[in-house]
């Protein structure tokens, strides 16, 4: 087995993808691996031509950036101790293509990653990023789901 010395996780800030930061931080840990922590603004929906009030598009988007920077700092400052092997992105775009791009720029050994546990019509329509990371990621891939509770 090749060792693990990049280890890329994407987090949305959900719970599922908290679960699935825990076993990227001690799988980099163990490892002493490089931890990358990226979370991918989905592309915005053009909003040019509707009414949205005090705001323009590009100040709404700058919004969100800034959103999602905040947010970043405050889930690492909170969850990663002592561990200092590590760098953050912020990227615009779809999820599952930029998560596979940047594994593929950072030479990433492992992605981590959480999954919804989407079933039936909602796979269907809005199918599954990890999923999607799975057929098209170049390294492994870690799944991790939330335990269902009884």
């Keep these: 087995m090749t060792p693990f010395t990049k280890i890329l996780t994407a987090v949305d800030f959900s719970e599922n993808s908290e679960s699935a930061f825990d076993y990227a931080l001690t799988l980099a840990a163990n490892f002493d691996a490089e931890l990358t922590i990226i979370h991918v603004i989905n592309e915005p929906v053009d909003l040019r031509g509707f009414y949205v009030p005090h705001i323009s598009f590009v100040e709404l988007e700058k919004e969100i950036e800034e959103s999602a920077a905040r947010m970043m700092a405050e889930f690492c400052a909170a969850r990663l101790g002592d561990f200092s092997n590590y ?54 891939v870690l799944t991790v789901r939330l335990p269902i509770v009884p």
């Design 87 to 140: 760098k953050t992105e912020i990227i615009t775009g779809i999820p599952h293509e930029e998560i596979t791009a940047t594994a593929s720029r950072i030479n990433a050994s492992l992605i981590v990653i959480g999954t919804h546990g989407r079933t039936g019509l909602d796979r269907i329509l809005f199918g599954s990023t990890a999923e999607r990371v799975v057929r098209s990621a170049a390294c492994p």
